[in-house]
């Protein structure tokens, strides 16, 4: 067990092995995460450790077990609210990581209240119709901000498929196949490519204060 010797000893040594100078010019930012299932979860843990430390999380639902196939949750978490359940998950990783959670449901009204002191909100609820929300309130009230969105995620293989896509300050992480989940199920590793995408996307954001080179 590592023994913790203070916030400056253990973040140098937690990120250590990130790219140089990351962890400074990641401080500050804070990345707000719509959903915390397959997508979302995964998200979390992959910014925290990416070193973003400032993370608002809001989701409504409960961690079930048919959720552990592809979500960052335990057996011994089962009934919990999810966005509860990962903050302790995330607090594992980085104990002094800044956390905001909201066990609530995202709706057109309250998107902004909950989730606007973010720099990047990141969508990652399951239906068409609450992504579309989520993209459309916030670009509605932060027309120079990014919002990073999953779409087309269900099965397995044909991970050339799924690509990101840059319009604007709309990023669109998948295969963009439509909702296909019914059908073709879900796997932790096609929806864990997704999911890294949309992480990936929003670390480059946060760094590099633009995405070029992509696909429109």
């Not at 913790?4 to 140098?12: K, N």
């Not at 990345?31 to 979302?40: E, K």
Request: glycine share 12%; net charge negative; aromatic share 6%.
């Amino acid at each position: 067990m590592v023994e913790l010797t203070g916030q400056e000893s253990y973040l140098g040594e937690l990120y250590s092995r990130n790219p140089p100078d990351s962890l400074a010019r990641l401080a500050g930012k804070t990345v707000a995460i719509a959903g915390a299932g397959g997508l979302g979860s995964n998200i979390a843990v992959s910014l925290l450790r990416a070193g973003v430390q400032r993370l608002i999380i809001a989701d409504f639902d409960r961690v079930e077990l048919s959720n552990l196939n592809r979500q960052y949750y335990f057996s011994d978490q089962v009934g919990h609210l999810k966005v509860e359940a990962l903050a302790e998950n995330l607090l594992r990783i980085n104990p002094y990581a800044e956390l905001v959670v909201h066990p609530v449901e995202i709706t057109s009204g309250n998107l902004v209240a909950l989730l606007g002191g973010a720099d990047i909100l990141v969508e990652a609820f399951d239906g068409a119709a609450a992504k579309a929300m989520a993209v459309r309130a916030w670009l509605g009230s932060f027309p120079d901000r990014y919002v990073i969105t999953g779409s087309g995620l269900a099965g397995f293989g044909q991970s050339a498929s799924l690509v990101t896509t840059v319009r604007g300050r709309l990023v669109i992480c998948g295969d963009q196949q439509g909702n296909r989940i019914e059908e073709l199920g879900l796997s932790a590793t096609r929806l864990g490519i997704v999911a890294q995408l949309q992480a990936n996307a929003a670390l480059e954001i946060l760094l590099s204060g633009t995405m070029t080179g992509y696909p429109g």
